[in-house]
């Protein structure tokens, strides 16, 4: 973990020391406490993605003094996280940071754990910007949306294909059109297609849906590539949806030449469907550092500190960020001062090129 942090600090604080350039003032700290626990709740127990997020969180809570309890569900529900977040609030935590699988299913019970004097903050996937005090994002719609299609079109170069003028037959395939994330990349990913790639067509507009079930995805897998024989990709924007996407392309003998499949979901759940060449190149982000900055700043609110947007941040072993508002994911977002955003500053496309460079 030290070297792909020390790697995101660098480009950290470039970006900062950019923004400070512009404007913008430290936030004033009024330091750390000991005794500080964060509850740590993924959408899911059991994705490499969350679980991986939660490893680099305990060895980054571990090395700066405060607690993190990673719990969870392995079925990915509204339920299962109000039944996580209730019972954070039960136990005296200090702070509870949240990837949900509803975009408002959440709100009710994050504001009553903000009654409670519990701070609020969410990582990977929001809830509403009145419902917490920060957000820690893997990118902007437009940055994963266009990056999810130009995947896909380098894919089909690879195979022959010419993405500016073929007409390419393509759907997507993620977990629910409530999960806000996923859902702003899709939007944003077909307004780039529209514009990038006009010839294009997306042969079901209601997209497919495999609700962050492993198995099902593997079904839903299986039906696409049934239903669309000729399909010419698929984007699982989604890290369930991607493995299940491709063990399906297995199951029925597609490889990458036959149908260019692509997505986001962690490289170590990806490597062997690589290496059988079911697939091309698929992306993400550094999500061990994603719950390691998402945790501090949990732990960094529960110490007495207030976080406001435009105030740039001091992370140990990280970098400084900035908070944007909220507007940055989403134009109708909650726009107080006291809610933002912090952006994780890089991604990364993986191939059997440069995939085993990356252990999570």
Known sequence: MKKAISIVAGLALLASTMAFANGGQEAAAKGTKKGITVVFVPKLTGNAFFESANIGAQEYAKNHGFTVKYDGNPEASVA????????????????VCVSSVD???????????KKAGLKVVTWDSDVSGDSRTVMVSQGTPDILGKMLADMLADSLKERGKNPAKDAIKYVWHYSQATVADQNSWQVAGE???????????NVAPSNYYSEQDAEKAITIGEAILTAYPDIDGIICNDSTAL?????AAQNLGKKKNDVSITGFASPNSMKEYAKADVLARWGLWDCKIQGALGCYLAYYLASGNTIKVGDKINVPDIGTVEVLPNTVLDSKAYTASDSGVVLLPERAVFTTANMNNYNF
């Open 80 to 95: 299962n996280q109000v039944t996580v977040i209730d019972n954070a609030i039960s136990t005296g935590a200090d702070a």
């Open 243 to 247: 493995p299940g996407q491709a063990q």
């Open 103 to 113: 975009a408002t299913g959440l709100d009710a019970v994050m504001k009553e754990a």
């Open 191 to 201: 307004a780039y297609i529209k514009k990038a790639y006009p010839n294009w067509k």
